[in-house]
């Protein structure tokens, strides 16, 4: 039967964008993930260099077909695999038009069921998310899980690479972390990599362990409304998740939506953007949980809420000054492309916000000395 494309179907298409630094195996997983793609399924890769991924007739026989370009493709079963290259060596410039206008064709011609998208070793996955979502393909696209390789053996070794921006980004946008080669780590490897893995913040919806690229295919689709063990709540009026939350709110860092006085609500938001983990524009959900010592209060903002920086970053330079407050983490959403985390400056007390490429969601978290 005739199949219908993004601009003919209400469904959106979802896409995964799976990065790592060079040389961590995202070519050998891309491999295997086509080796168990759906026969009536059909999928659309967007890659740096088409070469890169080493197609040829075994991966053809495996794939059930392979198409350079955007036309052709298998038809056995209405599925059939598409490959277009993007030339530039990085994506990490995918607000450019040839980035745009290639997978615009890509889904038009392809009329995939699924796309993924595989940025160079460079590539700066915040800005491949924000492509993704402008006002024409975010109508069409629905990011799904975003996933990150991550060599084992490098971050229990640590150094330059584990400390460089890119890999940074790659770690702070992903949804998923993948410790990739596991057949050549160490089992004292793993166990760092898992430890280091549950540090990370925003908290990642799944960690996993795999050797010699064989990443399974069910991974794509991580739910994306579970994970980080929080239970949602509405805090009692006295307790002391009341009296942050109230912090907060006079400090400015109300969303956009809520109309406060000081914030923005014109850097790009779209109100069509579909809401996660409960939350809608301009009403958080609120979250907690922790232990008997320590209580853990949340703010889970929708995407499209818009903080203005400076009455941010004074909401968090007032949390820092609480006697209760242990610590507090965040990301938050400034402008139309731009999410930010506070660090604060120990000597002086001040907050600094930093660029991150965490693009989910806005979240505020406070851990405070249990009542």
Request: glycine share 12%; aromatic share 4%.
């Amino acid at each position: 039967g005739a199949r219908s494309g993004p601009s003919a179907c209400s469904m959106t298409i979802p896409v995964n964008i799976i990065t790592g630094v060079l040389g961590v195996g995202k070519t050998t997983a891309i491999r295997h993930l086509i080796s168990q793609r759906p026969p009536n399924e059909r999928w659309a890769i967007v890659v740096n260099e088409f070469g890169a991924l080493g197609i040829d007739g075994a991966i053809l026989d495996t794939a059930g077909g392979l198409s350079k370009g955007d036309g052709g493709g298998s038809s056995k079963g209405g599925g059939g695999v598409f490959i277009r290259e993007v030339a530039g060596g990085c994506l990490c410039c995918a607000v450019a038009a040839p980035f745009t206008v290639a997978v615009t064709q890509l889904l038009r011609r392809a009329k995939p069921d699924r796309l993924i998208i595989e940025p160079s070793g460079l590539g700066h996955p915040g800005r491949v998310h924000d492509a993704l979502q402008d006002e024409h393909l975010g109508k069409v696209l629905r990011i799904a899980a975003t996933i990150a390789l991550v060599d084992m053996t490098q971050v229990a070794r640590g150094g330059a690479l584990v400390e460089s921006e890119a890999f940074e980004d790659q770690v702070n946008c992903a949804d998923v972390v993948v410790g990739a080669k596991g057949d050549v780590a160490s089992v004292a490897h793993q166990c760092r990599f898992t430890d280091w893995a549950q540090t990370l913040y925003p908290p990642k919806l799944a960690v996993h362990v795999i050797a010699r690229g064989e990443l399974a295919v069910d991974v794509l689709d991580t739910p994306l409304d579970e994970g980080d063990g929080w239970v949602m709540c509405k805090p009692t009026p006295m307790s002391s998740h009341a009296r942050l939350a109230a912090k907060l709110n006079t400090a400015g860092t109300q969303p956009a939506a809520t109309n406060t006085p000081g914030v923005d609500d014109s850097n790009g938001a779209d109100p069509a953007n579909e809401s996660r983990a409960g939350e809608s524009r301009g009403r958080p959900a609120r979250v907690v949980g922790g232990t008997e010592e320590f209580a853990t209060f949340g703010l889970l903002f929708h995407r499209d809420d818009v903080f203005d920086r400076a009455s941010l970053a004074r909401g968090f330079e007032s949390l820092a000054g609480e006697a209760k407050v242990v610590r507090f983490k965040g990301v938050a959403r400034v402008g139309a492309t731009e999410w930010v985390a506070p660090t604060v400056d120990a000597a002086s007390g001040t907050v600094r916000l930093d660029p991150v490429a965490w693009r989910r969601d806005s979240r505020i978290e406070v851990i405070v000395e249990g009542e």
